[in-house]
């Protein structure tokens, strides 16, 4: 199975803050790599996928980056809307795996 | 707009069965593939199954190979989970997902759960 590993496991910040999160993979998965937004008691949210595409509808803030092992997600000029959990899956492979979680919290 | 609604959670002693359904809307369910993906209270996103746009083509995750199974019906636009021999550790929000088309894994869709409780 391939280990996503996602760092850090928390991280605060404040409005207009730049964030970055990492995510580390087992194995190459190349670029097939998703990031899901999660809100309290609601159900993720595709922000990107194949490592760097944005999602319609998503603001540009979000970007990513990475290939084959070492991805990032940044969110430029954090908003509060931001505030939330922040899940990387590889999607290459099965069974299909999901990073750990990263929880954007407020300074 | 694509629409996803889960149903049938509740509480069931370890051992005992549910079925989950995920009603879907605003799509033509027969062109994607699905999935079931679960959360644990508290915990992060765990992939339970996917299947195929016409059910043929299964995949699990090894924890539940052989207890699950993941089925659909396109002419009613469900989906299904059957969960059999439940045990403490399935006790979870379980999502129902719809795959991007063109992929076969890539969730950009998902319903808003329905609770699991496995307890005595």
């Known amino acids: 199975d391939i280990q996503m590993t996602q760092s850090p496991s928390t991280l605060s910040a404040s409005v207009g803050d730049r964030v970055t999160i990492t995510c580390r993979a087992s194995?190459?998965?190349?670029?097939?790599l998703a990031w899901f937004q999660q809100k309290p008691g609601k159900a993720p949210k595709l922000l990107i996928f194949e490592a760097s595409v944005l999602e319609g509808g998503v603001p540009s803030r979000f970007s990513g980056s990475g290939s084959e092992t070492d991805f990032s997600l940044t969110i430029n000029s954090l908003q509060s809307d931001d505030f939330a959990t922040y899940y990387c899956?590889?999607?290459?492979?099965?069974?299909?795996?999901f990073g750990g979680g990263t929880k954007v919290e407020i300074k | 707009e694509v629409r996803l609604v889960e149903s049938g959670g509740g509480l069931v002693q370890p051992g005992g069965s549910l079925r989950l359904s995920c009603a879907a809307s605003?799509?033509?369910?027969?062109?994607?593939?699905m999935g079931w993906v679960r959360q644990a209270p508290g915990k992060g996103l765990e992939w339970v199954a996917n299947?195929?746009?016409?059910?043929?083509?299964?995949n699990y995750v090894d924890s539940v190979k052989g207890r699950f199974t993941i089925s659909r019906d396109n002419a009613e636009n469900s989906l299904f989970l059957q969960m059999n021999s439940l045990r403490a550790e399935d006790t979870a929000m379980y999502y129902c997902?719809?795959?991007?088309?063109?992929?076969?894994?890539?969730?950009?869709?998902w319903g808003q759960g329905t609770l699991v409780t496995v307890s005595s």
């Open positions: 899956q590889q999607y290459t492979h099965y069974p299909l795996t």
């Open positions: 997902a719809r795959v991007r088309r063109a992929s076969y894994t890539l969730f950009d869709y």
């Open positions: 194995q190459s998965i190349s670029r097939w």
């Open positions: 299947i195929n746009q016409d059910g043929n083509e299964k």
């Open positions: 605003g799509f033509t369910l027969s062109n994607s593939w």
